[in-house]
Structures are given as structure tokens and as C-alpha cells.
């Protein structure tokens, strides 16, 4: 009995912080790409407005939670810059959690 008790707890305890069958890191994460891990979006936009868009490199994307159906987005990235070296970028944008989508006026790209 104290073995079935047991696992009872464990079971319950294993799902704490999982809402209807969904890990919230996973609702976090969904606007990322399963495959580099950057918000394709950003990506796109950031490459575009590079010197030489072939150089660019994603490095890793990190987002915060949602809060009021938004969500920070911050990229870092390597990419050629007017000297010919590969240096360190970032951006950091807003996102509606909703529908993945970047808010444009919200995007700031920086050298390192």
C-alpha cells in the first residue's frame, strides 16, 4: 500500500507545472524555430538590413515569458562587419505571443 502511495505522489508531483497536458516552456519557446532556435522573422529582418546578409551567423535566441500576449526576443549573432572580421551581434524585438509576429517599430540591432 505504502508503494502505491508513493507512486501516486511521484505522478502527481511529475506533472506540476504542466497545464492540460503542455510544458510551459514549450508555450514559451513555440515562436522559435525547432530547428536553429531563432524567430525566423527576426531573423530575416536583421539579415536583411546587414552589409553582407550571406556572413550572417545565429548564434542563440532567448525569450522571456509572455506577458500580456508579448514576448522579448533577444538574438545573438556573428556576422562580417565593414573590415572584413566576423564580430558579435545582437537584436532584442517584441513579439505578440499569439501569432509569432514581430512587432517592427520594437527591433534594435547592436554591435558588441
Given at each position: 500500500?505504502?508503494?502505491?502511495?508513493?507512486?501516486?505522489?511521484?505522478?502527481?508531483?511529475?506533472?506540476?507545472?504542466?497545464?492540460?497536458?503542455?510544458?510551459?516552456?514549450?508555450a514559451q519557446t513555440k515562436c522559435l524555430s525547432g530547428m536553429s532556435g531563432?524567430?525566423?522573422?527576426?531573423?530575416?529582418?536583421?539579415?536583411?538590413?546587414?552589409?553582407?546578409?550571406?556572413?550572417?551567423?545565429?548564434?542563440?535566441?532567448?525569450?522571456?515569458?509572455?506577458?500580456?500576449?508579448?514576448?522579448?526576443?533577444?538574438?545573438?549573432?556573428?556576422?562580417?562587419?565593414?573590415?572584413?572580421?566576423?564580430?558579435?551581434?545582437?537584436?532584442?524585438?517584441?513579439?505578440?505571443?499569439?501569432?509569432?509576429?514581430?512587432?517592427?517599430?520594437?527591433?534594435?540591432?547592436?554591435?558588441?
Open positions: 500500500m505504502k508503494k502505491l502511495v508513493i507512486l501516486a505522489a511521484a505522478l502527481a508531483l511529475s506533472s506540476c507545472g504542466e497545464a492540460s497536458g503542455t510544458n510551459p516552456r514549450d531563432a524567430h525566423l522573422e527576426m531573423r530575416r529582418v536583421v539579415r536583411s538590413r546587414m552589409r553582407e546578409p550571406s556572413s550572417f551567423e545565429h548564434i542563440e535566441t532567448r525569450v522571456t515569458a509572455p506577458v500580456s500576449n508579448r514576448q522579448t526576443v533577444f538574438m545573438t549573432f556573428r556576422a562580417r562587419n565593414g573590415f572584413g572580421g566576423m564580430t558579435l551581434g545582437a537584436a532584442r524585438a517584441d513579439i505578440n505571443h499569439a501569432t509569432c509576429a514581430m512587432y517592427l517599430d520594437t527591433l534594435v540591432v547592436a554591435d558588441h
